[in-house]
């Protein structure tokens, strides 16, 4: 009788855990698909996050650099009037005559450049600045209080520092402008500003 009620209660338990072993697996793998949907949920949102953060890096790097295709017109003005100024300031009060010619061709070459953005600038109805902003008036003014071989020594370094940092801007813009136009007025310019480059830089070395 004993041994009948073991054998009953032995098979009942097996049919009990036969019975729950179903539930207990379809409750684990429904924790793991709802882990693993949050896990793909949070790696989206982090990859969201982050794609919204380079977004608003570049935007703040474009902002600050000056890099859309009309800043760097109205950079370009400004660059020219100084190059222009400072030219005919050359031309003036240098005692080298190849930097008294240096600045009659920055005056000549220069001119011409900003004639032709004045025309694109018109074409774009993009208003160009009328003056050189503080930074170049302050150079201007430190030439000036100069003289003699200081005045000389003091515009060739600017030049070549002038010159080492455009040819930069225009060579990227001849490559990367997003407008048509933009991209063809600086390629343009890319071998004037090269040339000049040279210049200073062979002047600078005599110098030394």
Known sequence: MRSLFVLTLLTGTAFMFIGCEPTANTTNNARSANLNSNT????????????????????????VTGNTDGDFMKA????????IDLGRLAALKATNPEVKKFGQMM????????????????????????????SHKSTMTDLQGKSGADFDKAYV???????????????????SAADADVKAFAAKAVPIIQKHLD???????KMK
Not at 114 to 132: Q, R, S, V, Y
């Open 76 to 83: 370009a003005a400004i660059g020219g009037m100084t190059e």
């Open 157 to 175: 370094d600017d030049m070549v520092e002038d010159h080492e940092a455009d040819l930069k801007e225009f060579q990227g813009k001849a490559n």
């Open 199 to 205: 210049a200073i830089k062979a002047i600078q070395a």
């Open 107 to 134: 005056v000549t070459d220069h001119t011409k450049i900003g004639d032709d953005l004045k025309a694109l600038a018109k074409k774009k109805n993009l208003e160009l600045p009328a003056e050189i902003d503080s």
């Open 40 to 63: 793909t949920n949070a790696n989206s949102n982090s990859y969201s996050a982050t794609n919204a953060i380079a977004n608003t890096v570049s935007n703040a790097v474009d902002k």
